[in-house]
């Protein structure tokens, strides 16, 4: 049981990875030196971005940090998702765990391939920053894992996350 949740925890990993860069590859070919495309006109418009920083712009230039931080929490949340419990209970949290996986690989493949993440979703409505489709999952992943701790989560529910019996 524990191989095919793993199995497909893993698979799911890979099919968000693939959507996420194949999204950035289609941006690159055919938002990259356009005009922006609006979707819903003063609400949602694709606009091709190269993003050398963190969330908002922060941190430009610092991709080595990125990759590292990105691959940490990757591993982190692929051994969170192998640690927690198999119970129909504990999937929001591997939910979680995979989502987090998934952005984080999806936005580090493209600083160590390009130096740069391919941003292209911009909320014209409310002016927010242009995003992508890996910090999709990883504002999910974080949003559903903040979710369950504050007010799902027991105490007694976490040393289970480390491998430990209560």
């Known amino acids: 049981m524990q191989k095919k949740r793993l199995f497909f925890g893993s698979l799911w990993i890979l099919l968000l990875l693939l959507l996420d860069q194949g999204t950035k ?10 005009s922006p495309i ?6 949602l418009e694709l606009h091709y971005l190269e993003n050398r920083g963190a969330a908002f712009g922060i941190l430009q230039n610092r991709q080595i940090f990125f990759i590292f931080l990105a691959f940490m929490i ?8 192998q640690k927690s419990s198999p119970s129909r209970r504990s999937l929001p949290f591997r939910i ?9 690989a999806g936005n580090a ?7 740069y993440v391919v941003d292209f979703i911009y909320f014209s409505l409310i002016d927010f920053p242009i995003f992508n489709t890996a910090d999709i999952c990883v504002s999910l992943g974080t949003a559903l894992l903040l979710v369950l701790i504050l007010f799902f989560m027991k105490e007694e529910d976490f040393p289970k996350l480390w491998g430990k019996d209560v």
């Open 38 to 43: 609006s979707l819903i006109p003063g609400v």
């Open 25 to 34: 590859a289609w941006a690159v070919r055919d938002l990259r030196g356009a």
């Open 109 to 115: 493949v493209d600083r160590a391939v390009r130096g």
């Open 96 to 104: 979680s765990m995979i989502l987090l996986a998934s952005g984080a």
């Open 74 to 81: 990757f591993f982190a949340a692929f051994r969170l998702y």
